[in-house]
């Protein structure tokens, strides 16, 4: 059974950094890319960023580029979101998923495996 366990999310001020890991457990697939994906209050699901298996390549929505960061650790099987300068616009419930493929998706439909959900709440 496929597992993602989200760690992390809390209630910051606004300009404070916060991160965010994913621990993966139970995928068979010979390599996954993973992403985190968020969702605000009144508002659908949005990609925040990915990161291909091998974790050379990254993308990220325009919103966060430049202040968040993604990383992973196959030693760990974890995925890291270090999310610095942040917003009240970044209040979400942020979700850790995974596809059984290589490259760095953006889609939520693109990503079959999903966590829990995070709350990361941040104040003016």
């Known amino acids: 059974q496929v597992q993602l366990v989200e760690s992390g999310g809390g209630l910051v001020q606004a300009g404070d950094s916060l991160s965010l890991s994913c621990v993966a457990s139970g995928i068979t697939s010979s390599g996954y890319a993973m992403a985190w994906f968020r969702q605000a209050p009144g508002k659908e699901r949005e990609f925040v960023a990915a990161?291909?298996?091998?974790?050379?390549?990254?993308n990220y929505a325009d919103s966060v580029k430049g202040r968040f960061t993604i990383s992973r650790d196959h030693a760990k099987k974890s995925m890291y979101l270090q999310m610095d300068s942040l917003k009240p616009e970044d209040t979400a419930v942020y979700y850790c998923?995974?596809?059984?493929?290589?490259?760095?998706?953006?889609?939520?439909?693109?990503?079959?495996?999903w966590g829990q959900g995070a709350q990361v709440t941040v104040s003016s």
């Open positions: 998923s995974a596809r059984p493929y290589f490259g760095a998706a953006i889609r939520t439909q693109d990503y079959e495996y």
């Open positions: 990161i291909s298996w091998a974790g050379a390549t990254t």
